[in-house]
């Protein structure tokens, strides 16, 4: 019993003392193509303490834009090691999280002091006669980096062969989600043919 007690209040302190060292606002765009659900395109915009810092690594000719050869450094440094955490784009689709395939059209930008980060994170899962319900969130679980995705900004794109439904929530609730942050928002979807 003790030693229950001991191992919950540990446990109890270091979430408590865990705390985000990065920030991020992000807006996220789900896109279909024919075949059904393909990618959630990504817009982050990290904070300026990050931004300065990364820069002064990998804007290498010190100009404050980020060129081509630039722009494969950024994505090596900061998307490579998010690989095996599904780049923070998490999609539930059932009683499962899908898996990013690829990461495609990534560009890093350099504004207002802000670093800036597009890509597209794709996915596959087939448009069919009934409708297929999917969870869409972008949160670190871990909480190292604070994505804070504003899901009422969020959009999805599609072909008019598929219909389309769509809202934001909290993510309470699911309990795949249990270690996502309690403010972390999802879009719900759910599409079929028409």
């Known amino acids: 019993m003790v030693k229950s007690l001991l191992v919950f209040c540990l446990c109890s302190v270091s979430l408590a003392i865990a705390h985000p060292h990065v920030f991020v606002d992000a807006t996220v765009k789900v896109l279909f193509d024919q075949n059904g659900f393909s990618a959630v395109k990504n817009h982050w915009v990290y904070d300026e303490l990050y931004s300065t810092a990364m820069m002064s690594s990998g804007d290498k000719n010190g100009d404050g834009i980020i060129s081509d050869e630039e ?5 090596d440094a900061i998307m490579d090691p998010l690989r095996k955490a599904n780049y923070y784009n998490f999609v539930l689709m059932e009683t499962s999280f899908l898996k990013v395939q690829e990461l495609k059209n990534f560009k890093a930008t350099f504004k207002g002091n802000r670093l800036i980060l597009d890509f597209d994170a794709k996915f ?6 009934d409708y297929t319900m999917l969870v869409v969130a972008v949160a670190d679980p871990s909480n190292y980096i604070q994505i804070t995705a504003d899901m009422e900004k969020a959009d999805v794109d599609g072909p008019d062969s598929i ?32």
């Open 71 to 75: 722009n494969q450094w950024f994505c």
């Open 124 to 129: 596959s899962a087939s448009v069919k006669e």
């Open 163 to 194: 219909d389309i439904e769509f809202f934001n929530d909290a993510l309470s609730g699911l309990t795949l989600f249990r270690a996502f942050r309690s403010d972390v928002e999802g879009l719900y979807l759910r599409f079929k043919k028409k």
